[in-house]
Nanobody, 123 residues
Framework: QVQLVESGGGLVQAGGSLRLSCAASGRTFSSYAVGWFRQAPGKEREFVAR????????SYADSVKGRFTISRDNAKNTVYLRMNSLKPDDTAVYSC????????????????WGQGTQVTVSS
């Protein structure tokens, strides 16, 4: 079992940057693929980015491609989401999820979830 804790959210102006962290407990975090998802008020949760257990494969939602970068440091049991050129539409609660058996973009297939961190982008 793994526990996930997100951090790094906050209030930023449009065009600014933030780096979110997803810190995991447990010694086998390197066995987990990790995804980032977000949910804005009144909207469904949506896929943002994902990374394979080794970090060798990543993919992004079209809406963030070229602006966001997902990475991981398995020695630190942490996955990062670097967000540049932020837009007001990026405002949401961002959550990370982990799974040893799934690495896609469907949040329902992940096994473990964090509580989320709020990102607010002002215009």
């Amino acid at each position: 079992q793994v526990q996930l804790v997100e951090s790094g959210g906050g209030l930023v102006q449009a065009g600014g940057s933030l780096r979110l962290s997803c810190a995991a407990s447990g010694r086998t975090f390197s066995s987990y693929a990790v995804g980032w998802f977000r949910q804005a008020p009144g909207k469904e949760r949506e896929f943002v980015a994902r990374i394979s257990w080794s970090g060798g494969r990543t993919s992004y939602a079209d809406s963030v491609k070229g602006r966001f970068t997902i990475s991981r440091d398995n020695a630190k049991n942490t996955v990062y989401l670097r967000m540049n050129s932020l837009k007001p539409d990026d405002t949401a609660v961002y959550s990370c999820a982990a799974s040893t058996s799934y690495s896609g973009s469907d949040y329902g297939n992940y096994d473990y979830w964090g509580q989320g961190t709020q990102v607010t982008v002002s215009s």
